[in-house]
């Protein structure tokens, strides 16, 4: 239903509400994250190996499953697990993508993203 109503949308938003946005979106993010971490602590921090990747991934789990039982108030979020993320130079061809930045995960809310490291 909502995307009837983005499709409509024009104009740019005043700076005091730019900031607001901006203030949700980060304690949104927070939540998520603090959410997330309350499940895996439930579970004594359970994982596979005591390695980075192992860590980010359950965490990401976690962040899923957040997602998942709270579908209304998490509508325009989605968590990536380590997406490739490669710059404009590499889009455009000019550098090769090998060297692209991988970050743990990615968690998109609405058009911004937020680059994540489990460290």
């Given at each position: 239903m909502l995307h009837r109503y983005r499709q409509r949308?024009?104009?740019?938003?005043s700076?005091?509400?730019r900031s607001a946005a901006e203030a949700d979106i980060n304690a949104?993010?927070?939540?998520?994250?603090?959410?997330?971490?309350?499940?895996w602590s439930a579970e004594q921090f359970?994982?596979?190996?005591?390695?980075?990747?192992?860590y980010s991934v359950r965490l990401f789990y976690?962040?899923?499953?957040?997602?998942?039982?709270?579908?209304d108030d998490h509508m325009i979020m989605h968590v990536l697990h380590a997406a490739q993320q490669?710059?404009?130079e590499m889009l455009l061809g000019?550098?090769?993508?090998?060297?692209?930045?991988?970050?743990d995960f990615t968690v998109v809310i609405g058009?911004?993203?937020?680059?994540?490291?489990?460290?």
């Amino acid at each position: 239903m909502l995307h009837r109503y983005r499709q409509r949308m024009s104009g740019t938003a005043s700076p005091g509400l730019r900031s607001a946005a901006e203030a949700d979106i980060n304690a949104h993010l927070r939540q998520l994250i603090t959410a997330a971490l309350r499940r895996w602590s439930a579970e004594q921090f359970s994982t596979f190996s005591a390695d980075e990747l192992s860590y980010s991934v359950r965490l990401f789990y976690f962040c899923e499953l957040i997602i998942a039982e709270n579908q209304d108030d998490h509508m325009i979020m989605h968590v990536l697990h380590a997406a490739q993320q490669p710059t404009r130079e590499m889009l455009l061809g000019l550098e090769h993508p090998s060297s692209s930045p991988r970050p743990d995960f990615t968690v998109v809310i609405g058009a911004v993203k937020f680059r994540l490291e489990a460290k």
